[in-house]
């Protein structure tokens, strides 16, 4: 069997002097009312303002190189501050995706001219971007995408529908994932190409998706006939499937795919420490999951930083993490009484209403556990 585990990170005095200025940063925000602790705040916190903020103590676009107007930090850096906001449930949505993934794809695959484009843009927390891949009847096999794009004078005709693409009607740009040469059946995944695309040009619409909460941060983006100018392909046409296979270690295993319900479990612990009735035991059972998955998640940052290959570290962590949110949803809905705590159960009754997300979105679990074997030999 194979070991594709990166070596454990161990934080250095630096990273925990980091750590503590970033907390001690949130508690400010939070003190002076700059913003509400909440469940599953990267998906569907937007609040522009908190991103400015962030962006202007230099916590956006840490990885980024100084010369692209980033702070040349380090992925063990960057994921610090990360769970810090996280965990404290802090408003992160606006940025998420342009910060976690567009900027390491620019800086592996774009051109120098996207490089200087995008990337100051996104460390200043001023540049949003959306994630187009999943499409209807699609799933999570991305080799089955049906958005065309055709190449025409200058550029690329590109139609087709993303699905569940998130924050696309708050968002500036997205990176969208289109067919640009017919199906192999024998080769899916050869003939796919990605492209910047502006949301709010020409032959762009955007249509929201009302979820159980009643919010609307999915959405449906219908693609008739948008020009996309050469300039605006990233990477190089036809290889798209490598690219994005390429950026799922930054998608699947960062600290979100298990400090989503933290906000929730550190109010379980504190209304258990104020006399509450909920069991100790099975607080620490989640606790000490979580704990491990930060260790895991810790992990594959260090070799992130190291440009080590980590997709099935990345899938492991995704796997279990989202798991173990979605199990504590289920058992902090179950012990729901009349003696709740008003805090406990709002933000219970939240969690409830987002967790059917946390085991699909960045891939299905069922996916990734096929993937996890195939790639350790067991099949």
């Given at each position: 069997m194979k070991d594709l585990t990166p070596p454990i990170t161990v934080e250095t005095p630096d990273l925990i002097a980091l750590r503590a200025e970033a907390r001690a940063w949130i508690a400010e925000e939070i003190a002076r009312d700059g913003f509400v602790p909440n469940?599953?705040?990267?998906?569907?916190?937007?609040?522009?303002?908190?991103?400015?903020?962030?962006?202007s103590k230099g916590w956006l676009g840490m990885t980024i190189p100084i010369e692209y107007g980033g702070h040349g930090r380090s992925f063990l850096e960057r994921f610090v501050v990360t769970e810090e906001l996280l965990a404290a449930g802090a408003p992160v949505t606006a940025h998420w995706f342009a910060d976690r993934q567009v900027a390491p794809s620019l800086l592996r695959f774009g051109t120098e001219e996207q490089k200087r484009r995008f990337l100051p843009g996104i460390a200043r927390g001023e540049v949003l971007f959306a994630i187009g891949m999943s499409e209807p009847d699609s799933g999570s096999d991305l080799a089955s995408v049906r958005t065309k794009g055709t190449k025409v004078?200058?550029?690329?005709?590109?139609?087709?529908?993303?699905?569940?693409?998130?924050?696309?009607?708050?968002?500036?740009?997205?990176?969208?994932?289109?067919?640009?040469?017919?199906?192999?059946?024998?080769?899916?995944?050869?003939?796919?190409?990605?492209?910047?695309?502006?949301?709010?040009?020409?032959?762009?619409?955007?249509?929201?998706?009302?979820?159980?909460s009643g919010e609307e941060h999915f959405n449906e983006v219908f693609l008739d006939d948008v020009f996309v100018p050469d300039d605006l392909v990233l990477g190089e046409a036809g290889q798209g499937w490598a690219q994005v296979t390429s950026e799922l270690a930054f998608e699947r295993s960062g600290p979100e795919?298990?400090?989503?319900?933290?906000?929730?479990?550190?109010?379980?612990?504190?209304?258990?420490?104020a006399g509450s009735e909920v069991p100790d035991h099975a607080l620490g059972r989640?606790?000490?999951?979580?704990?491990?998955?930060?260790?895991?998640?810790?992990?594959?940052?260090?070799?992130?930083?190291?440009?080590?290959?980590?997709?099935?570290?990345?899938?492991?962590?995704?796997d279990i993490g989202t798991a173990t949110e979605a199990d504590l949803v289920e058992w902090a809905g179950d012990m729901l009484d009349d003696d709740t705590p008003e805090r406990v159960r709002a933000l219970t009754d939240r969690a409830l209403l987002t967790r059917p997300g946390y085991t699909l979105r960045g891939g299905t679990n069922e996916i990734l556990r096929g993937v996890i074997t195939r790639e350790l030999g067991l099949r």
């Open positions: 469940v599953d705040s990267w998906m569907s916190s937007w609040d522009r303002e908190f991103t400015l903020r962030l962006a004078d200058g550029g690329w005709s590109v139609t087709g529908t993303k699905v569940w693409t998130s924050n696309a009607h708050l968002a500036d740009w997205f990176i969208v994932l289109a067919r640009t040469e017919p199906l192999d059946p024998q080769h899916r995944h050869d003939g796919l190409s990605q492209f910047l695309i502006d949301l709010r040009q020409p032959g762009v619409t955007v249509r929201p998706i009302r979820s159980l795919r298990f400090l989503s319900t933290m906000p929730l479990l550190e109010s379980l612990l504190a209304s258990t420490r989640y606790f000490a999951r979580t704990v491990a998955l930060h260790t895991m998640s810790a992990a594959v940052a260090g070799g992130l930083s190291r440009h080590e290959r980590l997709d099935v570290a990345a899938a492991l962590v995704k």
